[in-house]
């Protein structure tokens, strides 16, 4: 049995006369070009609409009034300031909280609100980020700072008042790095805190001979020789400047596909004019659904500077790709694969060299490039989001109303 007919028993055989529950899902992107946790919402969305009443509060949807899932009913939140970006959080968390304060069994947040009893985090907290390792001058320095930003005393005062204790709420954190960034930051909410990663729709495997050649020619790619995917928004925070530069290492075969936001590529201008290699790298914009990308490529590289856990290096996986990734000092998912076995670590994603010679390992020899497919495969297996819906279904009815 493959593993979405696995999935889709294990959905069919959950208890049929339980409560259906009606649910409030805050999320200001709701569309899949916005990002890991985008699609990490948007995919337990689908999976949990199988079975209960939802409706998703967000400012800006990426799925059209005529392909709507099937029960879901969808909220705009008006937007009254796009910039700057506090203010208009704030507006969010308060706007949401008015919709939202009855008429819901649950509310579950992927904001920076206060309320909802289900708080997803998928990023480190800005307390974390500013304060942690932090003493003495420095620290008194760095409160001098927040005291005199608007913008950070609303991030810390949005954030106090998320992770407050109260007795019906779940902290939902999306990998295991960030329990020990929750217990340093907020030690009293550790004990509402659970891990809920995100997972794969399901484990297509690698694409055929045919589905690469439909693929590259439906994003416009060459036909011939090896293509290194990358896909991120932050092309800086996701290591592509290291990216393009060990690109010049690899035979001139090979080339690479960036997906993600275009704006973004003027923060590696400089580089892409220096590698020499800047007719290998072609630049595909933002996908609506990124599978055609993964049936294209030969491989993921992903060394990037901070993710808490990484989607498209699972989705990647599930497509049958090998990856080199960063270490679990910078990448969450890291911390759950088999270095040599299910992916290459890099212990330095700014390092060029290394990367290029990863890659290298990848592209070359077979023999590795099918044990990490194989490995990859077999991971992506044990992450999929019906059996992960039913975690969140567990945590939404231990919180219910």
């Not at 959950?14 to 995919?43: C, H, M, Q, W």
């Not at 998928?122 to 620290?139: D, E, F």
């Not at 950070?152 to 295991?176: D, G, K, M, N, Q």
């Not at 001979?209 to 928004?233: D, H, I, S, Y």
């Amino acid at each position: 049995m493959s593993v979405t007919a696995v999935t889709e028993t294990a959905i069919a055989t959950t208890t049929v006369d339980a409560k259906r529950l009606r649910i409030a899902v805050l999320n200001r992107i709701f569309r899949p070009t916005g990002g890991g946790a985008e699609r990490y919402s948007i995919a337990l969305v689908e999976q949990l609409a199988q079975r209960h009443d939802i409706h998703v509060f967000a400012q800006q949807m990426g799925h059209p009034t005529d392909q709507l899932v099937p029960g879901v009913t969808y909220h705009r939140v008006s937007m009254p300031l796009v910039r700057p970006r506090w203010i208009n959080q704030l507006w969010f968390a308060l706007a949401t909280w008015w919709q939202t304060r009855t008429g819901f069994d649950v509310v579950h947040s992927h904001e920076n609100t206060w309320h909802g009893q289900v708080q997803t985090v998928h990023v480190v907290p800005v307390t974390h980020s500013l304060l942690h390792g932090r003493s003495g001058w420095r620290r008194a320095l760095r409160w001098v700072k927040i005291a005199t930003s608007p913008r950070l005393l609303a991030y810390l005062a949005l954030e106090r008042a998320r992770y407050a204790v109260r007795p019906a709420r779940c902290i939902a954190l999306a990998s295991t790095t960030l329990l020990p960034v929750m217990a340093a930051s907020f030690p009293q909410s550790l004990g509402m805190c659970e891990v809920v990663t995100p997972g794969v729709a399901s484990v297509p495997g690698p694409s055929t001979a045919e589905q690469r050649q439909a693929a590259r020619a439906q994003l416009g790619l060459p036909q011939t020789g090896r293509c290194v995917l990358f896909v991120g928004n932050d092309f800086r925070k996701k290591g592509l400047p290291t990216l393009i530069a060990a690109l010049a290492q690899l035979p001139p075969d090979c080339f690479l596909a960036v997906i993600g936001n275009a704006a973004q590529k003027t923060f590696v201008r400089d580089v892409l004019a220096t590698s020499g290699s800047s007719a290998r790298v072609f630049f595909l914009g933002a996908l609506p659904a990124v599978d055609v990308a993964y049936q294209a490529a030969d491989c993921l590289a992903h060394p990037t500077l901070e993710d808490t856990f990484a989607m498209v290096v699972l989705e990647a996986l599930a497509h049958g790709l090998p990856v080199v990734v960063s270490s679990a000092a910078y990448c969450g998912i890291a911390e759950l694969l088999t270095a040599d076995e299910d992916a290459l670590l890099l212990d330095d994603p700014r390092d060029a060299g290394a990367l290029g010679a990863a890659l290298g390992r990848v592209l070359t020899d077979d023999v590795l490039a099918g044990r990490l497919r194989e490995q990859g495969l077999l991971f992506a297996g044990r992450h999929v989001w019906g059996q992960i819906a039913l975690q969140q279904e567990a945590i939404y009815r231990r919180v219910a109303l």
